[in-house]
């Protein structure tokens, strides 16, 4: 079994929609957790961080964490076809290895006008 | 403030030769960091590096896979007699001080393709 799972897609909406996206984990020792957005060509860069449960939100994106399913979510509110993107979860753990990264393999997300 | 920079963007070399990729940080980063992107794969950490030192390389190959960051100049990810297998997207990220509260930016990334 994989330590992150992600379902690579593709998934394609229309403009407005809202938009989940999902990663399951199978290391509980996974304290952080972040959503990174690739573009085509380019490298990822960060979306949104939390550490632990609970919910955050930045302004059309939402994430949340749940430890207890070893669930993870980013939420999409009015997607944007500039939102059209890989979307990469990553997570660590706590203590001196915190820097390592774990990723999923990406959803690829298409916003259609 | 330019991004981390890495070059070159595309290499192509053929079964047996080396490979050199290099990154430069942002500036006032000395904690460098390289992933590998297997087709159909996520990111996987390879090594992490400060200045003159790496710090943890528990990802990277145990052969042929070398990496380094010099006092002076950019972070060398280098691979030895490259085989087919060693095509991928290799990731530099750098960050100001280490641990995941201190965030990560990623280059663009170097494509490998081995033929």
């Known amino acids: 079994q994989k330590e992150v799972e992600q379902d690579p897609g593709p998934l394609s909406v229309p403009e407005g929609a809202i938009v989940s996206l999902n990663c399951t984990y199978s290391?509980?020792?996974?304290?952080?957790f972040m959503w990174y957005r690739q573009y085509s060509r380019k490298g990822p860069e960060l979306l949104m961080y939390t550490y632990s449960s609970g919910n955050k939100e930045d302004g059309r994106f939402t994430a949340q964490v749940d430890k207890s399913s070893k669930y993870i979510s980013l939420f999409i509110r009015d997607s944007q076809p500039s939102d059209s993107a890989t979307y990469l979860c990553?997570?660590?753990?706590?203590?001196?290895?915190?820097?390592?990264?774990?990723f999923g393999k990406g959803t690829l997300l298409t916003v259609n006008p | 403030n330019a991004g981390v920079m890495q070059n070159p963007r595309h290499l192509v070399r053929r079964r047996g030769q080396e490979a050199r990729l290099r990154c430069s940080p942002m500036k006032g980063h000395s904690h460098v960091y390289w992933y590998r992107q297997l087709p159909e794969e996520g990111l996987k950490f390879m090594v992490y590096l400060q200045k003159e030192n790496i710090i943890d390389e528990s990802g990277m190959p145990k052969e042929r896979f070398s990496a380094e960051f010099p006092k002076e100049g950019p972070s060398i990810l280098r691979i030895q007699q490259v085989v087919r297998g060693d095509s991928a997207a290799y990731f530099c990220a750098s960050s100001a001080t280490s641990g995941v509260y201190n965030e990560q930016f990623f280059g663009p990334g170097t494509r490998l393709t081995v033929l």
């Open positions: 990553a997570m660590a753990n706590s203590g001196g290895s915190n820097y390592k990264l774990t």
């Open positions: 290391n509980s020792a996974f304290q952080y």
